[in-house]
């Protein structure tokens, strides 16, 4: 289940169609898919990626989405302190970053133009869009990571960060995460 809040006000929506909303006013894409199939560790990509086809290819050929994989995190991932570094630095993309968080979370932060910094707690079922230019962040957590997700895209040159440098992203380190 989602979880938005805005820290600088105090305010944190759980309703899935309040969050729907507050997205769509922003032009912002949230969504929730069913989310039936639990894999284990040893799942492959391509049995992640057949098990929603049903749901991924009406979604990927509507929005001219050429590509999908999957990107798993977990406490046994390599170098997961640098990797987790680069996550945690605003920046944008040349194209919209799409996940589908098939097990496990992530928190994603946006800053946009004359608006409070927020975030989305996105966990299992959940489907974010972050539009290409959006200023945002990410976190897995600093420790015991776990997200799986079904990363959608158009080119994988769109996904390199464009770091914005503003620091932004230090103000709100002391977050602590929604139960």
């Known amino acids: 289940m989602a979880i938005l809040s805005i820290p600088e006000k105090n305010i944190e929506l759980r309703n899935p169609s309040e969050i729907k909303a507050f997205f769509e006013e922003r032009n912002l894409l949230f969504d929730q898919w069913s989310c039936d199939v ?12 057949s098990a929603y086809d049903k749901d991924l290819k009406p ?6 989405y050429l590509t999908a994989d999957v990107i798993s995190i977990n406490a ?3 170098n997961y302190d640098a990797i987790r570094i ?6 944008t993309h040349s194209e919209d970053e799409i996940r589908f968080f098939v097990d496990g979370q992530g928190l ?3 800053n946009l133009e004359n608006e409070p910094v927020f975030n989305l707690l996105c966990q299992r079922g959940d489907l974010i869009s972050v539009p290409a230019g959006t200023k945002h962040w990410f976190d897995a957590g600093e420790s015991d990571p776990f997200v799986k997700a079904i990363r959608i895209f158009i080119h994988m040159s769109g996904w390199v960060p464009e770091y914005t440098q503003s620091g932004l992203e230090k103000k709100f380190s002391d977050f602590n995460v929604p139960q």
């Open 86 to 91: 680069k996550f945690l630095a605003e920046h």
């Open 59 to 64: 979604f990927m050929d509507n929005g001219g």
């Open 76 to 78: 046994l991932t390599e």
């Open 38 to 49: 639990i894999f284990d560790d040893r799942a492959t990509q391509e049995e992640i990626l």
């Open 108 to 110: 994603f932060w946006f």
